[in-house]
Nanobody
Framework: QVQLVESGGGVVQAGRSLCLSC???????????MSWFRQAPGKEREFVAG???????SYAAFAKGRFTISNDGAKSTVYLQVSHLDPEDTAVYYCAQRASSCASSIRFDYDYWGQGTQVTVSS
């Protein structure tokens, strides 16, 4: 069983930056695809960005330019850097991992989820 633990959320002023972290208890090349999703109040959970073992990344259209996903050197932690935060970025941010080397933008493709970390952007 894989355990995912997110951290780094909080209340941030608009225009500032934030870095979220997700640590996984187990990750191999074939189970390496990890992604960030977010869910705002009253909305569906949506894909933000994904990454695999070889640092191949993918982003939702809205995330290109302000969001950056990355691996640490040990491949045990995935980061999501967000710049120029906007109140519309307010959401619970979830980390997810799937038993595949390919990231997917479809939430149902993921096998493991973290508990989520709240990000609130104040104007």
């Amino acid at each position: 069983q894989v355990q995912l633990v997110e951290s780094g959320g909080g209340v941030v002023q608009a225009g500032r930056s934030l870095c979220l972290s997700c640590s996984t208890s187990r990750r191999t090349y074939t189970t390496s695809a990890m992604s960030w999703f977010r869910q705002a109040p009253g909305k569906e959970r949506e894909f933000v960005a994904g990454i695999n073992w070889n640092d191949f990344t993918s982003y939702a259209a809205f995330a290109k330019g302000r969001f950056t996903i990355s691996n640490d050197g040990a491949k045990s932690t995935v980061y999501l850097q967000v710049s120029h935060l906007d109140p519309e970025d307010t959401a619970v941010y979830y980390c997810a991992q799937r038993a595949s080397s390919c990231a997917s933008s479809i939430r149902f493709d993921y096998d493991y989820w973290g508990q989520g970390t709240q990000v609130t952007v104040s104007s």
